[in-house]
T-cell receptor
């Protein structure tokens, strides 16, 4: 079974631009979460989507948004980029039962390295 | 609320000697606990997980961890370090549908 895939792997943007990152979960996984990893703040939760609905949200400004499609693929968007948005963005998927209960175990993709100049 | 404290930011061991990475957790619920490893420029790989079954959990690559509720600890061990074990290790807590909460990580160096 293929793992979690993320595209692109690397991105360079300038301040003020916007960016869209993509994540394809493991086949059969319907929950997708996004995390930001920086040297200073470590790994922080951004949001989680299940069945095209945002289920959980971390403490990030509204410039960070996401969505999920009917095939469970997910995208996250960052508008008006700031230097501090430079980070590794990790996507993770997990198996969720039809009733919405999720297994805690999450599987991570390789990440997208975003550099903001 | 849930939290994780990894007691060492950096651990250095010689190849062939035991590894101990320490983790304490706090959780209002019955927690699930995980250890993930991250090699340079890579994503996170699950090493092992505790989900209220056996308190001694065995993972991949010879790693294991013991859940001690009385000490709120979940330390990661390996009997004999290998050069390929050099990486960043994260202790993680979660329960139910809540997001994963990560510790700040422990960088493991293995000296030849």
């Amino acid at each position: 079974k293929a793992g979690v895939t993320q595209t692109p792997r690397y991105l360079i943007k300038t301040r003020g631009q916007q960016v869209t990152l993509s994540c394809s979960p493991i086949s059969g996984h319907r929950s997708v979460s996004w995390y930001q990893q920086t040297p200073g703040q470590g790994l922080q939760f951004l949001f989680e989507y299940f069945s095209e609905t945002q289920r959980n949200k971390g403490n990030f400004p509204g410039r960070f948004s996401g969505r999920q499609f009917s095939n469970s693929r997910s995208e996250m968007n960052v508008s008006t980029l700031e230097l501090g948005d430079s980070a590794l963005y990790l996507c993770a998927s997990r198996y969720t039962l039809a009733g919405g209960s999720s297994y805690n175990e999450q599987f991570f993709g390789p990440g997208t390295r975003l550099t903001v100049l | 609320a849930q939290s994780v404290t990894q007691l060492d930011s950096h651990v250095s061991v010689s190849e062939g000697t035991p590894v101990l990475l320490r983790c304490n957790y706090s959780s209002s619920y019955s927690p699930s606990l995980f250890w993930y490893v991250q090699h340079p420029n890579k994503g996170l790989q699950l090493l092992l997980k505790y989900t209220s079954a056996a308190t001694l959990v065995k993972g991949i690559n010879g790693f294991e961890a013991e859940f001690k509720k009385s000490e709120t600890s979940f330390h990661l061990t390996k009997p004999s370090a290998h050069m390929s074990d050099a990486a960043e290790y994260f202790c993680v807590v979660s329960s139910g549908n809540t997001p994963l909460v990560f510790g700040k990580g422990t960088r493991l160096s293995v000296i030849a």
